[in-house]
């Protein structure tokens, strides 16, 4: 499964933890439409019906079933047959030669009943399903006139073709996708009633079909030429599935744009849209770079629509103690003391979050059997039923928060999920999900360092470099550095160092964070050596200078056995417990080495180091959540302030921003109003980057204006701005020009503001830019294009991954054992029973754009989502149809033929 998620973090002793819901306008409550009463209508059939019993393709709880009652996944291809009927008629047996069950038929307002029968012939005879499709790019697609739908569609399918679509021959083949991409456009938005007129526009020609009666599913596709899937959202697809007398009902959407172009959106539509419990298909997709950077990848969209396989849980409680641990076992203890991560995801339905007592840990079992945990939150803290990244950081036994006596970190064998009543109500039910969980381990963290020494053949350059002793004190013994100086009364401290480091590659940056390690096994001869300590040093470059680093006394190792050294480093200049004047700390060190002091008395046994590190922080990963190129308008709109949604327009590819300003109007905020719905979402416990360019005409150069960016609260109650920018600290006038602001804080934002309650563990519900300072009319607008928020953070978990289980097999589902259980009436065979391979997305079905004849692309290019050559050959394929048609997720191995 992808990421499809929340993210919730544990790190270091801290809980967060954030959720995704749906998109919302600003104000105290949604702008939401009820379920509207039936439209009436006058529209009597006159021409000829199907016969009663005519068997007809059927649906139910989001699928598909042809007449024999088989679950029916389409696969298949668009057919631009009204563009020229008598050639494009041989690409139905073509289409059906490599593999496909449906064919989809693009007919026009021009096409005849003889041609609309010989494509239906020709699909019956190839047994295809056959999907009509009405399309007129001037009148119908990324249209809205209702009127003329209505009667267009009623003449077309109801009078000039019904004697063709009424032969009970076609039934069982038969669905009619009313009108191809019909519908409002720029509203991106499940909480609008903008949608209102297309969804009863649709209620009368459902019901129109209905009475004319026709059984067999209508498919609707979704507006915004088909790719805003929110118009079936917030109970709108169950809405049209109740004006159904059939309930016979295929919502569809076309895969085009940035609303699709990545894995983790074209999984949150497909999520979403199961939500309605009605079947969809991805009836028209693009891919294959055919709008560059903004293309969709048509390889993933096909994989994600194979199904995403959990781990489900669905347990029969008994009581409210009841509790269950789930797991996996290592084939041998591993050491999970040098630090870990564990990271996986959830999905809990909205009973429990309802409800809010159940508990959620992760559970580490040693090789003794004894367990430890950490509490990653109740179903309470939980959006329900959005799958919720989970992110556990245990940097040692401080981050756990139940220990049994005796467990050792060291020798981990078991890790797995605990999942408790807590107090909840046994009547409480519902399967819990759990997938892609990956363990990593830190590995002592050598396997990044930038430098390091383990001592295996040698002492790698080390030595004697002050104090008691001399050269003669350092040796190599089984592979470690051994230390064995004449200390006394008066030669307490002993200074062993690599001068190596100043040529180091890559050279070591003192004015960037580090952690500096190393093992040290400290005798026990040393234990009354209570002034004892140790700590880390630089010479600096050109032996200019000593900064130590990391002062540890004796009381924080244990002699007689292994420990590990290890300092964190911000800022050398800050961290030393010392640093001598002039230390040029913007060159590399001359010198790097540990000083062992205090130690008063003569030793018979050498003191060990080993694995030596210096390790920079992981490199950032930046990942962008959101941007917008304004292509077209993808959910943003005006939200406060001056004016009103007419002052915010889509212009020439940017974002036109212009209210009426005046001395009591002179802010206005505009924002993409689907924040919390992105993914990956928003998480303020982490770093982000926002990013957009601005132009500000020259007209405004004396009226004050700033601008920032800005987020509005989950709860719709708070506000946070960042990033305040005037004439005064750089707003320029007459040119582009890019703003840009990093923080690690919105709590404590560089240049900004935030209220009072402003709910930081959710993620917000609009993200946007806000202009004020304007008092009076201006007659150009602002303009806003290439917005970005980028989130900026370290890997999920420690590089080194010891279990990585996407939960996509059977096998991996049963390797995933009961652990532990307790409660009143369960038993390890009842536990085992409740888990299952589970589906955290449905398979859902995509008909592929287009077998010939597309018009996309540029010159030499037009064509390319063509998957075919030539109409009537299945051997004539392009690099696209290879992949759509041959590849591992494509027709050929993923389409089952249907029974007619």
Not at 571 to 581: F, P, Q, T, V, W
Request: glycine fraction near 10%.
């Amino acid at each position: 499964m992808k990421l499809r998620l929340n993210y919730f973090a544990l790190a270091f002793g801290a809980l967060m933890l954030t959720g995704c819901g749906g998109s919302g306008l600003a104000g105290s409550s949604d702008d939401v439409d009820p379920l509207t009463p039936e439209i009436e209508d006058e529209f009597v059939p006159s021409g000829p019906q199907p016969s009663e019993n005519a068997k007809v393709i059927t649906s139910s709880d989001g699928s598909l079933y042809d007449v024999s009652g088989k679950p029916i996944l389409l696969r298949g291809v668009n057919l631009q047959y009204a563009d020229n009927p008598s050639s494009r008629l041989a690409g139905v047996a073509s289409i059906r030669d490599v593999g496909s069950n449906v064919v989809r038929l693009m007919l026009s307002t021009s096409t005849s009943a003889a041609e609309l029968a010989a494509a239906l012939d020709s699909a019956v005879a190839n047994d295809l399903v056959v999907m009509l499709s009405l399309d007129n790019a001037d009148t119908i697609a990324c249209q809205d006139d209702a009127d003329y739908l209505i009667d267009t569609a009623t003449q077309l399918w109801l009078t000039d073709w019904v004697s063709v679509l009424a032969q009970d021959k076609y039934q069982s083949h038969l669905m009619v996708n009313i009108a191809n991409e019909w519908g409002p456009m720029n509203i991106f938005n499940a909480n609008s009633i903008g949608y209102d007129e297309y969804i009863d526009t649709y209620k009368i020609l459902v019901r129109r079909f209905r009475d004319a009666g026709f059984k067999f599913p209508l498919v609707i596709d979704a507006p915004h030429c088909g790719r805003d899937f929110s118009a079936f959202l917030g109970g709108r697809g169950r809405e049209l599935l109740a004006s159904d007398t059939q309930e016979n009902i295929v919502l569809a959407a076309h895969a085009f744009g940035s609303r699709w172009n990545s894995r983790d959106e074209i999984s949150y539509a497909a999520g979403q849209l199961a939500k309605e419990k009605l079947p969809f298909i991805i009836s028209e997709f693009g891919g294959s770079g055919v709008y560059g950077d903004g293309s969709i990848d048509h390889k993933e969209l096909m994989n994600v629509a194979q199904g995403e396989t959990a781990l489900a849980v669905d347990l029969p409680w008994f009581g409210t103690e009841d509790t269950v641990t789930y797991g996996h076992t290592f084939d041998a203890p591993l050491d999970f003391s040098q630090g870990s991560g564990m990271d996986f995801e959830i999905y809990v339905p909205a009973n429990y979050q309802a409800d809010g007592k159940l508990m959620l840990q992760a559970v580490l079992i040693d090789s003794n059997g004894k367990k430890a945990t950490r509490i990653f939150g109740t179903a309470a803290q939980l959006i329900p039923e959005t799958w919720t990244e989970v992110n556990v950081q245990i940097a040692g036994t401080e981050d756990l928060h139940s220990i049994e006596d005796g467990f050792m970190l060291d020798s981990v064998l078991k890790v797995g999920f605990q999942v408790s009543a807590n107090g909840k109500s046994p009547e409480v039910v519902g399967a819990i999900q759990f997938d892609n969980l990956k363990v990593g381990l830190a590995d002592g963290g050598n396997s990044d360092a930038i430098y390091s020494a383990n001592f295996d053949s040698g002492l790698s350059g080390w030595g004697y470099n002050y104090g008691a002793g001399s050269s003669a004190s350092v040796s190599l013994q089984d592979g470690a550095l051994a230390l064995l100086a004449p200390w006394g009364a008066s030669s307490t401290s002993t200074q062993i160092g690599y001068p190596g480091i100043v040529n180091n590659s890559p050279a070591v940056d003192l004015t960037q964070p580090m952690t500096l390690s190393v093992d040290v096994f400290i005798p026990e001869e040393y234990a009354a050596e209570t002034g004892m300590n140790m700590q880390f040093f630089f010479n600096g470059y050109g032996w200019n200078g000593y900064a130590g680093v990391g002062y540890t006394t004796i009381a924080a190792f244990t002699p007689g056995e292994w420990n590990t050294l290890s300092v964190q480093v911000t800022s050398l200049a800050n961290d030393s417990g010392s640093i001598s004047g002039g230390f040029p700390v913007d060159q590399p060190p001359q010198q790097v080495g540990i000083e062992v002091g205090g130690i008063t008395s003569a030793k018979t046994q050498p003191l060990l180091f080993d694995n030596f590190s210096i390790v920079p922080p992981p490199e950032a990963q930046v990942v962008t959540l959101y941007e917008s190129n304004f292509e077209y308008n993808d959910g943003w709109d005006y939200s406060f302030g001056a004016g009103d949604t007419s002052a915010v327009t889509v212009t020439d590819g940017a974002l036109a921003v212009l209210p009426p300003w005046d001395a009591n109007n002179d802010d206005i905020a505009l924002a993409y109003k689907s924040a919390a719905s992105l993914r990956p979402s928003i998480d303020f416990s982490q770093t982000m980057t926002l990013r957009t360019d601005i132009y500000i005409p020259e007209s405004y150069r004396n009226t004050g204006i700033n601008v920032q960016f800005w987020f509005g609260a989950n709860d719709y109650s708070g506000f946070a701005a960042i990033g305040y920018r005037s004439a005064a600290n750089g707003l320029l006038f007459g040119e582009w020009q890019t703003m840009e602001v990093t923080f690690d804080s919105v709590t404590n934002p560089p240049f900004g503001y935030i209220s009072d309650g402003f709910i930081t563990d959710r993620p917000p519900r609009q993200v946007g830019v806000q202009i004020a300072g304007v008092t009076t009319a201006q007659s150009e607008p602002v303009l806003i294009d290439n917005f970005t928020l980028e989130r900026v953070g370290g890997p999920a978990v420690p590089s080194n991954v010891v279990l990585d289980i996407p939960f996509s097999t059977q096998a991996e589902v049963d390797a995933f054992q009961v652990l532990d259980f307790g409660g009143s009436s369960f038993t390890e065979s009842v536990l085992n029973d409740a888990k299952s391979l589970g589906y955290a997305l449905d398979p859902f079905g995509w008909i592929a754009w287009s077998w010939i004849g597309s018009t996309e692309g540029e010159g030499d290019t037009v064509g390319i989502l063509d998957l075919s050559t030539e109409v009537d050959s299945a051997t004539s394929l392009t690099g696209r149809g290879e992949e759509i048609i041959y590849g591992d997720d494509g027709i050929a191995n993923t389409g089952d033929d249907v029974s007619f």
